[in-house]
């Protein structure tokens, strides 16, 4: 059973317009969330996190929201660009661990048509 | 600084060889893990390290061996391949005070007939 979800296998948008990228998780014990973004043929790098302490955190065009009590995520990002087309996994870590117990969505690959 | 580095970049087996896929980071980082990527399931943990001569099982360790003898490596044995290995292989590596943003290198491809 999977505890992190990632519904949407893959989501076109136009460039310029928002692209919103969704997770869920089951896990009442995650306390900290990430966002990484992978290209073909390379690894996954890392992109924005959240504490479980937080609702909210921005960095430049991306912003990640944390609603706990529906145990889900978003990734909005304005304004889309096509360099942004990649896949997108979304990623949790429980409480009181060092952070090598992540637990991966299936991703979300995002195209970003100009 | 090369980051993590993974070699090889690809490798065919047949079933029942062995092989070691090879991981080094140069940021003296101390956590180290291994992923196997497989279409629709993302990224599942095989294998961690939160310190030289420290190793622990991840969600999927069957089939799998690691040592950690020095920070800077960490190893990634099969023992007897099957096809159900097939897959990417991810190394990743954290440290010092964002232990959660782990970096990864560029993968190894994994076919087993």
């Known amino acids: 059973d999977q505890q992190v979800k990632q519904n949407s296998p893959s989501l076109s948008v136009q460039e310029g317009r928002i692209s919103i990228l969704n997770c869920d998780y089951t896990?009442?014990?995650?306390?900290?969330f990430l966002w990484y973004k992978k290209y073909p043929a390379e690894g996954p790098t890392f992109l924005i996190s959240?504490?479980?302490?937080?609702d909210k955190n921005e960095d430049g065009r991306f912003t990640v929201f944390l609603n706990k009590s529906a145990k889900h995520l978003s990734l909005h990002i304005v304004p889309s660009q096509p360099g942004d087309s990649a896949v997108y996994f979304c990623?949790?870590?429980?409480?009181?661990?060092?952070?090598?117990?992540?637990?991966f969505g299936g991703g979300t690959r995002l195209m970003v048509k100009p | 600084n090369a980051g993590v580095t993974q070699t090889p970049k690809f490798q065919v087996l047949k079933t029942g060889q062995s092989m070691t896929l090879q991981c080094a980071q140069d940021?003296?980082?101390?956590?180290m893990s291994w992923y196997r990527q497989d279409p629709g399931m993302g990224l599942r943990l095989i294998h961690y390290?939160?310190?030289?001569?420290?190793?622990d099982q991840g969600e999927v360790p069957n089939g799998y061996n690691v040592s950690r003898s020095t920070t800077e490596d960490f190893p990634l044995r099969l023992l007897s391949a099957a096809p159900s290995q097939t897959s990417v292989y991810f190394c990743?590596?954290?440290?010092?005070?964002?232990?959660?943003?782990?970096?990864f290198g560029p993968g190894t491809r994994l076919t087993v007939t």
């Open positions: 990743a590596s954290s440290g010092g005070m964002l232990l959660y943003e782990q970096y």
């Open positions: 896990n009442s014990m995650f306390d900290y």
């Open positions: 959240i504490s479980s302490i937080k």
């Open positions: 990623a949790a870590s429980p409480k009181d661990d060092a952070g090598n117990m992540l637990t």
């Open positions: 940021m003296n980082h101390e956590y």
């Open positions: 390290s939160v310190g030289a001569g420290i190793t």
